[in-house]
């Protein structure tokens, strides 16, 4: 299943974004039933677990965005959301959303000091 992850792109540091992850060619029934998550990859450094949703809406966020983040969905558009605010030049990478197990292509995020 394809998944198109956009929304990136430079920011001042204190500023915010959102990202979108579309899911149009997953069955509705199926996007409902499984978990969803933002991850992201900084330079040199392993990707790691943002925020995560899973199907009744129990949420999970990384220590570092606690707060800052929040993650949701829209299951009848079959979208999911990440609202960051109050961004951090730390919180540059490349933002990959994960539906079960498709990745998306991911949606680079630039914070500028």
């Known amino acids: 299943v394809q998944l198109q992850a956009f929304g990136g792109g430079l920011v001042q540091a204190g500023g915010s974004l959102r990202l979108t992850c579309a899911a149009p060619?997953?069955?509705?029934?199926?996007?409902?039933?499984?978990?969803k998550a933002w991850y992201r990859q900084a330079p040199g450094k392993e990707r790691e677990l943002v925020a995560q949703?899973?199907?009744?809406?129990?949420?999970t966020y990384g220590d570092s965005v606690k707060g800052r983040f929040a993650i949701s969905r829209d299951n009848s558009r079959k979208k999911v959301y990440l609202q960051m605010n109050s961004l951090k030049p730390v919180d540059t990478g490349v933002y990959y959303c994960?539906?079960?197990?498709?990745w998306g292509q991911g949606t680079l995020v630039t914070v500028s000091s």
């Open positions: 060619g997953m069955i509705t029934s199926t996007f409902w039933g499984v978990a």
């Open positions: 994960l539906l079960a197990d498709n």
């Open positions: 949703i899973d199907s009744d809406g129990n949420i």
